[in-house]
């Protein structure tokens, strides 16, 4: 159980091109879902907390305007990166948790990752 | 804000051996969770074990173990019998139980090697 999918795991899109992530629970609903972005050989930072039928907050720094989050139902958030530059070429990973947030701790399992090259 | 420490860039082990991983972190909560996630060449983040700042008892999971010193503010993970398989990234990560739903905050992470 507890299965989360991503999609695509992998794309290489032309500088100034708009490009979406879909992040979906295949097995459970998940009122909160999260964003992070992992540069090579680093650690994950969270970017932004997408709630369902909520706007989604944003980490410090992150621009809201270019990163866009969308959490339309309780198995699916995306992530839109509009007029993507090279800069952007990353791995991006959500999460996605069942229920009660993090009052309760409950544990946030991961998407496999999508692979983003900006050329 | 939380920081998550981890001082070991690099370690290797030989397969049978245990292992140590550090992780320290900072906080003025007094409720949070912490985990240790392991992320192997795929990078598919597994979760390996998780411990409840109000819980003195240390987590098991098998041949994971941790040794949680709250007033150090200290969470290293211990594998015991080291396998093949484990060769991975792992990461400490914390959350805070306040203020609804929150993201994890993750330390930079330590390439554990399992040589044969």
């Known amino acids: 159980g507890a299965v989360v999918s991503q999609h695509p795991s992998r794309v290489i899109c032309k500088s100034g091109t708009s490009v979406k992530i879909e992040c979906r629970s295949l097995?459970?609903?998940?009122?909160?879902m999260f964003w992070y972005r992992q540069f090579p050989k680093q650690s994950l930072m969270l970017m932004a907390t997408s709630n369902e039928g909520s706007k989604a907050t944003y980490e410090q720094g992150v621009e809201k305007d270019k990163f866009l989050i969308n959490h339309a139902s309780l198995t699916l958030s995306t992530l839109t990166v509009t007029s993507a530059h090279p800069e952007d070429s990353s791995f991006y990973i959500c999460?996605?948790?069942?229920?009660?947030?993090?009052?309760?701790?409950?544990?946030?399992?991961f998407g496999p990752g999508t692979r983003l090259t900006v050329l | 804000a939380q920081t998550v420490t981890q001082s070991q860039p690099e370690m290797s082990v030989q397969e049978a051996e245990t292992v140590t991983l550090s992780c320290t972190y900072d906080?003025?909560?007094?409720?949070?969770?912490l985990f240790w996630y392991k992320q192997p060449p795929s990078r598919q983040m597994i979760l390996v074990i998780r411990?409840?700042?109000?819980?003195?008892q240390n987590a098991t999971e098998n041949r994971f173990s941790v040794n949680f010193q709250k007033a150090a503010k200290s969470f290293s993970l211990k594998i015991s019998d080291s396998q093949l398989g484990d060769t991975a990234m792992y990461f400490c990560?914390?959350?805070?139980?306040?203020?609804?739903?929150?993201?994890?905050?993750f330390g930079k992470g330590t390439h554990l090697i399992i040589q044969p």
């Open positions: 411990q409840e700042a109000y819980k003195q």
């Open positions: 906080t003025s909560e007094s409720n949070y969770y």
């Open positions: 990560a914390f959350i805070s139980t306040g203020g609804g739903a929150d993201g994890l905050t």
């Open positions: 097995d459970f609903q998940a009122t909160t």
């Open positions: 999460s996605a948790q069942t229920s009660g947030g993090a009052v309760r701790g409950d544990t946030q399992y």
